[in-house]
């Protein structure tokens, strides 16, 4: 298909309902869709505006859980009791 | 022990994977202390009871102990660590024999007969910075994720989280690729459902 023949689509075949833009998502943020596909995916996206605010505050709470867990291994301790056991379990077997 | 002898952080970490694979003892006392407090954080994520979580971080040392050979270096040393110790608390999770809770699929209710969204969605103007600096919601949004069934729990840490891949995570669940997809989107909209209110 001619990318810069604009009157061979937005047509029928590029026509997705919401449904099916919600089964797109997982691979469109990791951006592991193909070419159509993407296509497509963008081409509702542009028609949507329901999709569109759905789509940000989706990526808005990945963004949000990764954050969220971002700092909490800075304080990482391990009980002294605990690298005892290890360190013992350790020498069972040896 | 002789202080003299302990390995020290200046050793570089070819130097210190060396010395593991020659089965020496204060390098493996080292990598206990210097990552053992990191794997426990991150098996307490998977595995709600402490005792659980030290289990798994000690189990993954005695795993390491012995595969340190195989260590091709591929990854850091602590990104293998972190590998083990989710695959370890996963295991856990399954001996366990704690059911894979199936993931709400009533995606009928977002849209109407002709797939479109009902619901049209306001945006999110709440920043993430202010988010992030209050404590309380934090902690809040911290445990709905926590408190999530076991499998959307385990899609959205090692997705979202963790960062692994969705093929990465069809084999540390053993499920399909696709199965990992759904699972995972539901999950996430599990915890739209759980967290919206806190957002507005
Ligand atoms: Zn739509």
């Known amino acids: 298909m001619n990318i810069e023949d604009k009157s061979s689509y937005p047509s029928q075949e590029h ?3 919401c449904e099916s833009f919600d089964t797109f998502i997982v691979d469109y943020i990791d951006d592991n869709l193909q070419d159509n596909q993407k296509r497509i995916f963008i081409h509702h996206l542009n028609e949507c505006p329901a999709c569109r605010v759905y789509l940000k505050n989706y990526e808005y709470r ?17 009980p002294n009791q605990l690298v005892d056991a290890i360190l013992a379990a350790k020498k069972q077997t040896d | 022990m002789d202080l003299s002898k302990r390995i020290n952080t200046d050793l570089s ?13 204060d390098s493996f ?24 979580a030290q289990d ?9 102990f012995s595969a340190i050979v195989t260590f091709e270096g591929r990854s850091s040393l602590k990104s293998w660590l972190h590998r083990i110790v989710i695959n370890i608390s996963l295991m856990k999770i399954r001996s366990n024999k704690r059911r894979l809770v199936e993931l709400i699929d009533d995606n009928a209710s ?5 797939g479109k969204r009902i619901e049209t969605e306001t945006e999110i103007t709440l920043s993430l910075e202010k988010l992030m600096a209050d404590d309380s919601q934090r902690e809040y949004i911290k445990t709905q994720i926590t408190q999530l069934p076991q499998m959307a729990k385990n899609l959205l840490l090692l997705k979202d989280i963790e960062g692994y891949s969705t093929k990465e995570i069809a084999e540390l669940l053993d499920i399909s690729l696709p199965s990992v997809k759904t699972g995972l989107h539901r999950a996430r909209l599990l915890l739209k459902k759980k967290i919206e209110h806190q957002l507005r």
């Open chain 2, 110 to 114: 977002f849209f109407d007969a002709n």
């Open chain 1, 62 to 78: 990945i963004q949000l859980s990764k954050s969220i867990f971002a700092n909490d291994t800075d304080k990482a301790d391990i």
């Open chain 2, 56 to 64: 798994a971080v000690q189990d993954t040392y005695l795993h390491v």
């Open chain 1, 15 to 17: 026509s997705i309902s």
């Open chain 2, 13 to 25: 970490e070819d130097e210190l994977i060396v010395q593991l694979k020659k089965g020496n003892v």
């Open chain 2, 29 to 52: 006392e080292f990598i206990v202390r210097e990552y053992g407090g990191y794997l426990l954080i991150i098996a307490k994520r998977y595995l709600t009871s402490e005792a659980d």
